[in-house]
């Protein structure tokens, strides 16, 4: 069994609760619920990091999720450069915890570059079905 559902969004802040509302829905039609509050939570610091990092201004990013076998997929592609990479971010400082956060969060963590734009992905292990 292979499912895949995505959706666009526009470059401005209430894209972020709306990449959350998103994955809460496809979880939920999708009955893995078990995954809801770790995926909603990395979807929340991609699509902010999108924002800040990687969408340039008039532009949108793509929020995918896809569900295989034993793997549930978190995709969020962008068209503007960078290049993500994982931050050991200092006690007092009140940023650049987000890639950190993920990657412990997440079974896989990795970044794909396209000619134009990249993709950063989380993959999670799938619950055991009951």
Do not use: Y
Not at 2 to 30: I, K
Not at 38 to 47: G, Y
Not at 65 to 87: C, F, K, N, W
């Amino acid at each position: 069994m292979s499912l895949s559902q995505q959706r666009r969004f526009p470059r401005r802040r209430t894209s972020v609760g709306a990449s959350r509302d998103f994955v809460v829905e496809v979880l939920t039609e999708w009955q893995l619920t078990p995954l809801i509050e770790d995926i909603r939570l990395c979807v929340s610091e991609l699509a902010t990091n999108a924002l800040l990092h990687g969408v340039p201004p008039g532009r949108e990013f793509a929020v995918r999720l896809r569900a295989a076998e034993d793997l549930v997929r978190l995709e969020v592609r962008d068209s503007g450069g960078g290049r993500p990479a994982i931050q050991h971010a200092e006690d007092d400082r009140c940023s650049g915890r987000g890639l950190f956060l993920v990657d412990e969060l997440a079974a896989e963590f990795g970044v794909d570059h396209h000619v134009v734009g990249k993709t950063v992905w989380l993959a999670f292990r799938r619950p055991a079905a009951p």
